[in-house]
């Protein structure tokens, strides 16, 4: 007989598996239990952790098959799934199936049930009927529970690995990237053009702002090649032309004592005439 009740259990626990993962693949959670697995725990961990408008939070029963609770329970958080559906998704994973999954959260006990919610992990201690659970995701109860994670997106990092330099350096250019994408209609307050020369005909673009150190390095790197193409290709440019002006008056001046000198030889020859 009681070989017969573990047969009966085991045979459940596999069938309520079976279907899980059938309904898993049309729909992440249409009133059905989703898998938390080792081929997809870490989409749903960093859906989790990206902790975007869209994403509904998540509840997570982690199991064994012999867990006799885990089993008598299993009705419990399927009929909740169903009613929470436009809310929350429930997902389950089977430990022993999943190996990948539980030494990642430090799974020490079962059923170990974590809730994944506003960037924070809550560990759920309470009763596992349908009422008790249904009554810890309404309202703001699930705030009474005791804090797993103080900060999804710091676990997801760790779990993950992108704390190494490489993720690091990944993440860095992301950041920038994205900033760079929202911002670049708010950089540049006001552009400069400058001309060095007439020869050079050489353009700079400076930009005037405050409060982003790229664009400040920038500002001053701009004024630094102002300064040395205008040192280099202009710096001449002002004293040719203070010649060429030198030289035009100097000549102006020449014609006018010329015509002057000319003036006064004809009004000399008038006058010899007269007399």
């Excluded at 049309?26 to 990206?50: H, S």
């Excluded at 596992?128 to 900060?151: C, G, P, R, T, V």
Aim: with cysteine; charged share 25%.
């Amino acid at each position: 007989m009681k070989y017969y009740n573990l047969i009966s259990l085991a045979l459940i626990f596999i069938a309520v598996r079976a279907h899980e993962e059938d309904t898993s693949q049309k729909d992440d959670n249409k009133g059905e239990v989703i898998l938390f697995n080792d081929e997809n725990y870490m989409k749903l961990f960093k859906e989790q952790a990206l902790a975007e408008a869209k994403t509904k939070p998540l509840f997570v029963f982690f199991l064994i098959r012999d867990c006799d609770s885990c089993i008598h329970h299993a009705k419990d958080w399927i009929q909740l799934s169903k009613v929470t559906s436009k809310q929350y998704k429930i997902a389950r994973t089977d430990c022993q199936f999943d190996s990948q999954v539980c030494p990642k959260f430090q799974i020490d006990q079962f059923p170990f049930l974590l809730l994944f919610k506003n960037n924070k992990i809550y560990k759920y201690k309470g009763g596992l009927e349908f009422n008790e659970l249904l009554n810890f995701l309404s309202a703001d109860n699930y705030k009474e529970a005791e804090i797993y994670s103080e900060n999804t997106q710091d676990l997801f990092l760790q779990v993950s690995g992108e704390y190494s330099l490489s993720g690091k350096v990944i993440r860095l250019g992301q950041d920038f990237i994205s900033w760079s994408e929202k911002q670049s209609k708010f950089i540049f307050k006001k552009i400069g053009l400058y001309y060095w020369s007439d020869n050079s005909k050489l353009l700079c673009f400076t930009v005037v702002t405050t409060g982003t150190p790229t664009v400040i390095l920038t500002f001053y790197f701009m004024v630094s090649c102002r300064y040395l193409f205008n040192l280099i290709f202009g710096a001449n440019k002002p004293h040719q032309h203070s010649n060429h002006y030198n030289q035009h008056n100097h000549s102006v001046n020449g014609q006018k004592q010329a015509q002057q000198q000319e003036n006064l030889g004809k009004k000399s020859k008038k006058s010899k005439k007269n007399d």
